[in-house]
């Protein structure tokens, strides 16, 4: 076992300190290290492969465990077991090797199994696929008095919980999502590593579709780039409707000068089992920039289109931590139905309060933008993080969610009570109670008070 003292941060910039690193190599280690941390009230913060970006996986003190050495990967048909370190561009090379492929795809590829189960990631695929627990199927997980249990999809908790509201989105990873007579699975999914240590995973693995068409279309107008979602929305095939507004593009066009001079918005696609015909009648009518935009139907091209898409939330966090500060994005989701509604709210705000740089980019698919400001003082970072807690207050008035797919982490774990009441909050942390009685796995997560 390695033990060396460190500071941490995610890739959010959002440091932690812990006294102690500990990367056990094998299940007895893990649990021995849990049963160590529990007798000398040790606080224990999960590092997955920190590509989080609330403060999930930092430290706020005690140990830091990092699942890296948990690495196994074995694929089968229509499952993989998998071990928590694992990447899921690791699972995407050897599923593809079988024709199958795994339906989250939360873009950050370096992302551990580990971790897109315990902050429920989604991304650009959920748009037809849903969030990672759709996709998982059991789950092996040590438990902080150094039990170890394998839970099945279906086995149903052993504790009487109360019904929470969920918010009438398509994804949703704002605390635990209680249900009476739940699976276990369900509640490690999106726990943010404040209940178990998720040590191995079974996953699905769905057939890659015989034919995809990608794209990157792009539009003349901002209108034009919405008006496309709502009227593809419910095109058959879709899996993917990412939307990037006029600042995204022009902060791209450096490293992608063939970005038509006229495009002011675009709409990523993946469309399975596409009829080609009706895509081009469909992308004419919408005012597409047909010539101009980027169309492809190989791995390589789809690859390339992730790049670019991905290439979006990693220039907004270089510049924003160049400058000093920390990645203020947000994560929030409204009913599909409400997209249009929190779009120009955003832009209402941006127009009339926020004088800095911002883009707005992601999940249209799923009435889930992410909008990123960026602070170029500390005045406009306040400004930034006050701007923010509005727009998760108009979320939930219209319905929506305070994380989608991101956590609360630590930056984010005061809107928690923006959705919940202190009631159903208090219902959470008793659930919390039961499996970590002395409030050890990943201390500040969720519930910042404690
Ligand atoms: C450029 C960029 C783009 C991104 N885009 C998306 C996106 O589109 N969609 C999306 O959903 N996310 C996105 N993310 C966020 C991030 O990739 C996800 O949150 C991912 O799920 C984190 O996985 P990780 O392995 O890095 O976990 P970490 O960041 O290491 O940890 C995340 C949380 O999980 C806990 N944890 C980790 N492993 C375990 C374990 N084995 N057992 C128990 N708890 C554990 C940690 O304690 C922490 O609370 C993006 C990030 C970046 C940097």
Not at 433 to 443: A, E, Q
């Amino acid at each position: 076992m390695d033990v060396e003292t460190i500071e941490l941060k995610d890739a959010s910039g959002f440091p932690g300190t812990a006294e102690r690193l500990l990367t056990p190599a094998s299940l007895e280690e893990l649990a021995g290290i849990l049963k160590e941390a529990r007798a000398g009230r040790v606080p224990v913060t999960i590092l997955g492969s920190r590509t989080g970006i609330t403060g999930g996986s930092m430290p706020r003190s005690g140990w830091a465990v990092s699942m890296e050495k948990f690495r196994r990967l074995d694929i089968g048909e229509g499952r993989t077991r998998c071990g928590a370190a694992v990447t899921l561009n690791e699972i995407a090379a050897e599923a593809g090797k079988t024709n199958q492929f795994y339906a989250p795809d939360p873009t950050e590829w370096t992302a551990s199994v580990g971790g897109t189960i315990n902050t429920n990631a989604s991304g650009s695929r959920s748009f037809k696929y849903g969030s990672t627990r759709n996709h998982v199927l059991g789950l092996l997980v040590a438990h902080i008095d150094g039990t170890v249990r394998e839970y099945k999809r279906g086995e149903p908790i052993d504790f009487d919980v109360p019904e929470l509201p969920l918010p009438a989105t398509t994804k949703c990873t704002a605390g635990y999502q209680l249900k009476p007579g739940m699976d276990w699975v369900d509640l490690f999914c999106g726990s943010e590593g404040t209940l178990g240590v998720v040590v191995e995973a079974d996953l699905k693995l769905l057939k890659k579709p015989k034919s995809l068409l990608a794209g990157v279309v792009f539009f003349p107008t901002m209108d034009q780039g919405f008006d496309a979602v709502d009227a593809w929305r419910g095109v058959a095939g879709l899996r993917m409707l990412e939307f990037i507004d006029f600042n995204t593009l022009d902060l791209m066009r450096p490293s992608y000068p063939e970005i038509p001079a006229e495009a002011k918005s675009a709409l990523m696609i993946e469309s399975e089992h596409p009829d080609a015909d009706a895509w081009v009648d469909r992308l004419e009518a919408a005012g597409a920039l047909l010539e101009a935009s980027w169309f492809g139907e190989t791995d390589r091209d789809r690859e390339r289109f992730r790049v670019f898409r991905h290439g979006a939330p990693e220039r907004v966090n270089e510049t924003v931590l160049r400058r000093g500060f920390l990645k203020l994005g947000s994560d929030f989701a409204v009913p599909v139905t409400r997209t249009r509604e929190m779009a120009d709210y955003y832009y209402s705000v941006l127009k009339e309060r926020w004088p800095g740089q911002y883009v707005i980019y992601g999940h249209v698919g799923d009435g889930h933008l992410h909008v990123n400001l960026m602070p170029a003082s500390a005045e406009e970072n306040r400004l930034g993080n006050e701007i923010m807690r509005d727009w998760a207050r108009q979320a939930v008035a219209l319905g929506g969610t305070v994380s989608a797919e991101h956590g609360l982490g630590k930056r984010k774990s005061h809107f928690l009570r923006l959705q919940y009441s202190s009631d159903q909050i208090e219902a959470m942390k008793q659930v919390k109670r039961r499996l970590d009685p002395d409030w050890l796995l990943g201390n500040g997560n969720l519930f910042p008070e404690d």
